[in-house]
């Protein structure tokens, strides 16, 4: 985990909500037909929930990396975050999944993702996901990662690993 939080904070060792908030634009700016206001919300409350158990710090409050490895333990257990995380999952099947097949095929993934990492990347963890290696990944697979996003594994090609990096010191 703190490979992850290192990835956002860098080397002053906290982060911001401001940083959390300009995360989500960057997101916003890469998936333009995802609804603005919806994930800003999802941000804030992730923010709040998840992120800080539920406290709404002041402003300039800095999240440092010990807390943000004891809440991502509490946070993969909570019945909140597991409920917005499905939505939301959903929401992104539905913007992958065109044709509401039931499933994304690698070509589909590709297009719609390729703008935040390397297609080779975005291959890796494709295959990763696609759990019955037929070509396609399910919403219940998706929904999988998300949710699982902030759990740790040895396996170096597990899907998790492959979108935030091996949770290690």
Not at 55 to 71: C, H, I, K, S, W
Not at 102 to 115: N, P
Not at 135 to 144: F, L, N, P, Q
């Amino acid at each position: 985990m703190k490979t992850m939080f290192r990835s956002s904070a860098g080397t002053k060792g906290y982060i911001t909500k401001e940083e959390v908030m300009q995360h989500t634009l960057a997101t916003l700016e890469a998936y333009p037909a995802l609804d603005a206001e919806e994930l800003m919300e999802h941000a804030r409350k992730t923010w709040i929930e998840d992120l800080n158990c539920g406290m709404d710090p002041p402003a300039g409050y800095r999240l440092t990396e010990d807390q943000f490895v004891q809440n991502m333990w509490v946070m993969v257990n909570q019945p909140s975050f597991k409920e917005r995380t499905s939505k939301m999952t959903e929401k992104v099947m539905q913007q992958l999944d065109k044709a509401k097949k039931g499933y994304v095929t690698k070509d589909e993934y590709l297009r719609m993702t390729r703008k935040l990492v390397s297609e080779e990347h975005l291959k890796r963890i494709f295959d990763a996901l696609d759990e019955t290696k037929q070509g396609k990944v399910t919403r219940e697979s998706m929904e999988k990662m998300y949710i699982h996003y902030f759990t740790d594994t040895e396996d170096e090609e597990h899907p998790f690993n492959l979108i935030r990096g091996p949770l290690v010191d």
